[in-house]
């Protein structure tokens, strides 16, 4: 293959064509160290800058006050479904979950185990197609926290303001679509990502963590469970993800370098816009499984007539050079999962596909 195909993946996804050619050119060698960013220790200056710039890159462009510690964790999202819960929910041992997706149910799975969950809101009845208004949220003002998850990669849902909380901690899983845009972290007491769907490869999961949150960890907690571990050793306990921090680093410098979150969130509205267009307008050839106003910027659902015509699509399209269109296994459908890194150019040529499709196919 002579040329790099566009890439509609969920996750591992897309990364920034800039990133990937700096990276490329220092895997042999890092400049002025004669080593592979993949051969040098964690704890060597080297890396010491590269976890800090990364650091600092990520408190610059969501404007994170010192007030919040940032942390490069592993085991993926899905250990901090156990993680939150084992550290946040004593000693009231309850909390609210709004469910919105597989993730949210997941969260639940492993919360369950700690202590009392509170469903808040479900929209499982409706196949998760939509975002819970806000006076459907059922709040217990006595939680250990409200947990929500800000974008649902699998059904293609997206909240477009934090569900409004009162003084109970706000904990949200933004795996999906962290650094789309600005978000005003001052709402959140608690915020994961793993890094491998809008800001890095897989293996690390960035979380933003308000440091009173840490009186609540117990120290009966197992050492690499507990949060205040990882804050006591700046991410760095046990050998931490080298090349994926050395990799969000990068991804940071780009974005500042690209006019930081807000030009991000333009460009975004501006592409998931053009898509969502080419389903509007297609007299109901393509039928988009989100509600309009629960629709995600970063994961684009959608349905043709029938199960074959999807099919047809997919095999056409990724003969075509867009790879990644199918839905996940349980939803079935398409889904285009357009992150911050996907070039705008490529939502254009995907429109142009459906449009000749639809007009070879009705
Ligand atoms: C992908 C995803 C996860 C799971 O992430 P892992 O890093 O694989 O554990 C959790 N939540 C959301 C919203 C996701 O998109």
Same mark, same amino acid.
């Given at each position: 293959?002579?040329?790099?195909?566009?890439?509609?993946?969920?996750?591992?996804?897309?990364?920034?064509?800039?990133?990937?050619?700096?990276?490329?050119?220092?895997?042999?060698?890092?400049?002025?160290?004669?080593?592979?960013?993949?051969?040098?220790?964690?704890?060597?200056?080297?890396?010491? /800058?590269?976890?800090?710039?990364?650091?600092?890159?990520?408190?610059?462009?969501?404007?994170?006050?010192?007030?919040?510690?940032?942390?490069?964790?592993?085991?993926?999202?899905?250990?901090?479904?156990?993680?939150?819960?084992?550290?946040?929910?004593?000693?009231?041992?309850?909390?609210?979950?709004?469910?919105? #997706?597989?993730?949210?149910?997941?969260?639940?799975?492993?919360?369950?185990?700690? #202590?009392?969950?509170?469903?808040?809101?479900?929209?499982?009845?409706?196949?998760? =197609?939509?975002?819970?208004?806000?006076?459907?949220?059922?709040?217990?003002?006595?939680?250990?926290?409200?947990?929500?998850?800000?974008?649902?990669?699998?059904?293609?849902?997206?909240?477009?303001?934090?569900?409004?909380?009162?003084?109970?901690?706000?904990?949200?899983?933004?795996?999906?679509?962290?650094?789309?845009?600005?978000?005003?972290?001052?709402?959140?007491?608690?915020?994961?990502?793993?890094?491998?769907?809008?800001?890095?490869?897989? #293996?690390?999961?960035?979380?933003?963590?308000?440091?009173?949150?840490?009186?609540?960890?117990?120290?009966?907690?197992?050492?690499?469970?507990?949060?205040?571990?990882?804050?006591?050793?700046?991410?760095?306990? =046990?050998?931490?993800?080298?090349?994926?921090?050395?990799?969000?680093?990068?991804?940071?410098?780009?974005?500042?370098?690209?006019?930081?979150?807000?030009?991000?969130?333009?460009?975004?509205?501006?592409?998931?816009?053009?898509?969502?267009?080419?389903?509007?307008?297609?007299?109901?050839?393509?039928?988009?499984?989100?509600?309009?106003?629960?629709?995600?910027?970063? *994961?684009?659902?959608?349905?043709?007539?029938?199960?074959?015509?999807?099919?047809?699509?997919?095999?056409?399209?990724?003969?075509?050079?867009?790879?990644?269109?199918?839905?996940?296994?349980?939803?079935?459908?398409?889904?285009?999962?357009?992150?911050?890194?996907?070039? /705008?150019?490529?939502?254009?040529?995907?429109?142009?596909?459906?449009? =000749?499709?639809?007009?070879? *196919?009705?």
């Amino acid at each position: 293959m002579e040329k790099r195909i566009y890439n509609f993946s969920a996750g591992p996804a897309i990364l920034p064509e800039d990133v990937l050619k700096e990276a490329q050119e220092h895997l042999y060698m890092l400049p002025g160290v004669g080593m592979s960013i993949l051969e040098i220790s964690h704890r060597s200056k080297t890396f010491d /800058k590269i976890i800090g710039d990364a650091r600092e890159g990520l408190r610059t462009l969501l404007n994170i006050s010192q007030d919040y510690e940032l942390l490069f964790l592993q085991g993926g999202a899905s250990l901090q479904f156990s993680m939150v819960p084992l550290n946040f929910m004593p000693p009231k041992n309850k909390a609210d979950y709004i469910v919105t #997706g597989s993730w949210s149910k997941k969260a639940v799975k492993e919360a369950k185990r700690v #202590g009392e969950v509170n469903i808040s809101a479900s929209t499982e009845e409706a196949k998760f =197609n939509r975002i819970p208004k806000q006076e459907e949220l059922k709040l217990n003002a006595d939680a250990s926290y409200v947990h929500f998850t800000s974008n649902n990669t699998i059904y293609g849902t997206q909240w477009h303001s934090e569900p409004v909380v009162g003084d109970v901690p706000l904990v949200c899983d933004a795996s999906s679509d962290i650094l789309h845009k600005k978000i005003d972290i001052n709402k959140y007491a608690f915020v994961y990502a793993g890094a491998q769907k809008n800001m890095g490869p897989s #293996g690390v999961t960035f979380v933003i963590l308000r440091k009173d949150m840490l009186e609540r960890s117990s120290d009966t907690l197992h050492t690499m469970l507990n949060y205040k571990t990882h804050v006591d050793n700046g991410s760095m306990y =046990n050998t931490p993800t080298t090349f994926g921090i050395y990799i969000i680093d990068l991804v940071a410098k780009w974005l500042i370098k690209n006019g930081g979150l807000d030009a991000m969130y333009k460009l975004n509205k501006d592409k998931a816009g053009i898509l969502y267009s080419c389903i509007d307008g297609s007299a109901g050839f393509y039928k988009g499984h989100a509600e309009k106003d629960s629709r995600s910027l970063m *994961n684009i659902t959608f349905n043709l007539p029938t199960a074959e015509l999807e099919q047809k699509l997919i095999a056409e399209a990724t003969a075509e050079g867009f790879s990644g269109l199918k839905g996940h296994r349980s939803v079935g459908g398409l889904r285009a999962s357009i992150y911050n890194a996907f070039p /705008k150019q490529g939502v254009e040529d995907l429109v142009s596909f459906m449009k =000749n499709f639809q007009t070879k *196919n009705s």
